[in-house]
């Protein structure tokens, strides 16, 4: 069972900088590939970096050279660091695990994201 809580979302003009960062608790969080995913308003959810227990990271198109994701497994925390960010960038961000691109297993609950609004 994994628990999940986002924050550092908020308010920040294009070309600006957030770090989001994901607290877990629970059991599990080391064998987990954990993602960063996003849903802006009339769009579905999606995936948009993740990070394997081994490290290994993969990006959407559109985010990657921008977006950093990191784990702390000692800690149990998930980080996105978001550089040069853009309107198009505004939406709720959730962590979550990954199953190969398919999602979180249905065992581990959705929290409740962490609002970016990106505007002048």
């Known amino acids: 069972q994994l628990q999940l809580v986002e924050s550092g979302g908020g308010l920040v003009q294009p070309g600006g900088s957030l770090r989001l960062s994901c607290a877990a608790s629970g059991s599990g969080f080391s064998i987990y590939t954990m993602g960063w995913y996003r849903q802006a308003p009339g769009k579905q959810r999606e995936l948009v970096a993740t990070?394997?227990?081994?490290?290994?990271?993969n990006y959407v198109d559109s985010v990657k050279g921008r977006f950093t994701i990191s784990r702390d497994d000692a800690k149990k925390m998930v980080y996105l660091q978001m550089n040069s960010l853009t309107p198009e960038d505004t939406a709720v961000y959730y962590c979550?695990?990954?199953?190969?691109?398919?999602?979180?297993?249905?065992?581990?609950?959705w929290g409740h994201g962490t609002q970016v609004t990106v505007s002048s």
């Open positions: 979550n695990a990954d199953s190969q691109g398919w999602g979180p297993p249905e065992w581990i609950s």
């Open positions: 990070i394997t227990s081994a490290g290994n990271t």
